[in-house]
């Protein structure tokens, strides 16, 4: 099975055996904001049932946020939230491993007071990979909040590595049932290539409802009633992520600006583009002569074409479908390989950065134009512009 199949926190627990957690807060520039809050909330939409699960959908959340300095007392937060619940629920991870994760920390304080300013925060959304989890774009979240951002990630019911029922200390693992039985049909004897995204569309939009209704929960947050700026709305995801973010911005137009980290669109956004700042941050492959990865490049550029507003493409050498993730970081086998996952973070965060900056806040720092070498290829589309 190729690795970009492997669902990350896989490949994480094999690596924490022998390795220590790094320190983040060294990572971090000393630039807008110094302290970070952090909530984490364990949400119910009880209006809606999966359509394929039964179940209410249920997200955990994590909420990043400038803060007040919370006091010299203050413990910093955990890599993975509610890990003492994960350890009693489940079998999930060894003794072991729950220890070795307890010793990694992030640069934020749980429940440290929201810092005061006149403005509204504005507010970035994200969705994990399949199969992944939202500790791993903590780097992002982070010096997202460090720019002044309100950040939410969420872990979806059955997409994600685990949801957590944290009034019912309960544990509810992954089921990827739907996304199985859909790859298990032949193409084109039992199913059509496009009959197959659209099936997988019916699920991406699943996700995409998430998305919105975690907006709309962010809103009636008690903390943070009043203080967000929700007139435009930055989101960014990875992998099927990326798709849940995309068919989220068709449902709610408070979405203005979508970064999608190497995740195809759903058909519906395929037909018709999108009408918001778009970047698409992706591995260099091989476009010009496999066969796949033609057909996969031109689906993708035709959707950049069809948007209407201003769009990016950015894709990296070296990279793989997993180089978005963070935990290499976090929980490298080695110093060396967390410094090389530092620098990969950072050369991708400085696109984050730019261009949210661009299409939420009017700044003129993303002016990437069309250009092509043996690190990066960029594709510039200037939609209605």
């Given amino acids: 099975m190729p690795l970009k199949y492997i669902p990350a926190l896989l490949w994480c627990f ?10 983040p807060t060294d990572a971090i520039p000393e630039r807008g904001h110094p302290t970070i809050g952090l909530r984490d909330v364990d949400w119910v939409d009880s209006s809606r049932v999966d359509p394929h699960y039964g179940d209410y959908r249920r997200l955990n959340v994590r909420i990043w946020y400038p803060a007040a300095h919370p006091g010299a007392d203050s413990l ?19 003794a072991e491993q729950v220890d070795r994760l307890r010793e990694c ?12 300013q006149k403005a509204g925060f504005p507010v ?3 969705s994990p990979s399949l199969g992944g989890h939202l500790s791993h774009y903590s780097h992002y979240a982070e010096r997202l ?9 969420m872990n979806h019911l059955y997409e994600s590595a685990y949801v957590l029922d944290v009034a019912g200390s309960r544990f509810i693992p992954s089921n990827q049932m739907f996304h199985d039985s859909l790859k298990e049909l032949s193409i084109p004897d039992e199913i059509t290539a496009d009959q197959y995204r659209l099936v997988k569309g019916d699920r991406q939009k699943v996700l995409g409802e998430d998305v919105v209704f975690a907006l709309d929960q962010l809103a009636k947050t008690s903390f943070l009633q009043g203080r967000l700026d929700l007139e ?12 849940a973010i995309v068919y989220a911005s068709l449902l ?17 956004a395929l037909d ?3 009408d918001v700042p778009y970047l698409f941050l992706e591995d260099l492959t091989d476009y010009e002569n496999h066969p796949g990865y033609i057909l996969l490049h031109a689906r993708r550029q035709g959707f950049c074409e069809r948007n209407t507003a201003a769009s990016w493409r950015i894709l990296f050498a070296g990279f793989h479908h997993n180089s978005f993730l963070d935990q290499g970081y976090y929980l490298g086998l080695s110093p060396a390989e967390q410094s090389r996952a530092e620098d990969r973070l950072n050369w991708i965060y400085g696109y984050v950065s730019d261009f949210f900056n661009m299409a939420l806040r009017q700044k003129d720092t993303f002016d990437y134009a069309t250009s092509t070498s043996d690190s990066v290829h960029v594709f510039r589309f200037r939609g209605g512009n």
């Fill in 232 to 243: 435009k709305v930055g989101a960014f995801g990875h992998s099927i992520g990326g798709a």
């Fill in 145 to 153: 909040a460090h720019e002044g951002y309100v950040v939410l990630g």
């Fill in 105 to 116: 920390h992030l640069s934020a304080y749980p429940g440290a007071p929201l810092l005061q």
């Fill in 272 to 274: 018709r583009g999108v």
């Fill in 252 to 268: 709610d137009d408070r979405i203005g600006a979508l970064i999608n980290m190497d995740g195809t669109p759903p058909s519906v």
């Fill in 14 to 23: 094999l690596c924490m055996a022998t390795v220590g957690c790094t320190s």
């Fill in 124 to 126: 970035i959304v994200f």
């Fill in 76 to 94: 910093l937060a955990s890599y993975y939230p509610w890990l003492d619940l994960v350890d009693k629920a489940s079998d999930y991870w060894s």
